[in-house]
């Protein structure tokens, strides 16, 4: 906290107008607090001065932005297996549709052959022969 009348941030970044400007250098040579503070933000500045420039991206993207949402197919897919009523659901409509496929087209019966009933001649056995003593 220093008792400057301006900021010592605008005079380090000199955003001070020119009598503002000199009012602080006059405060900060008669104040041992300000020297001090102006000494740290002086090695602050020079600090942040020493890194080298950086082309800033040109691209920028949030987590919330609607590139990382998976495709809506892939959140219905996930959205789907992660539901134990849906998969229920599903799995008794499935075991229906089998149902009425396999009733509608099951095997046909076997032909039931009909035998035009002829007259039945029974022919029977002769008695056997006694032989003769
Ligand atoms: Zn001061």
Redesign the pocket.
């Known amino acids: 906290m220093?008792?400057?009348p301006f900021d010592l941030k605008d005079y380090i970044l000199k955003e001070l107008a020119d009598p503002q400007q000199r009012q602080v250098e006059a405060?900060v040579k008669t104040?041992q607090?300000?020297q001090e503070e102006l000494a740290q933000l002086s090695l602050t500045e020079a600090a942040l001065l020493a890194l080298r420039d950086e082309e800033i991206p040109q691209r920028i993207a949030f987590v919330s932005d609607p590139v990382f949402e998976p495709s809506p197919w892939r959140r219905a897919l996930a959205a789907f297996w992660n539901s134990g009523a849906r998969l229920g659901f599903a799995s008794a409509a499935m075991l229906s549709a089998a149902l009425v496929f396999f009733a509608v087209n099951r095997p046909a019966p076997a032909p039931v052959v009909h035998v035009a009933s002829a007259p039945v001649q029974t022919i029977a056995p002769a008695p056997p022969s006694i032989p003769e003593a």
Do not use: D, F, V
């Open positions: 220093s008792c400057s405060h104040c607090p300000c």
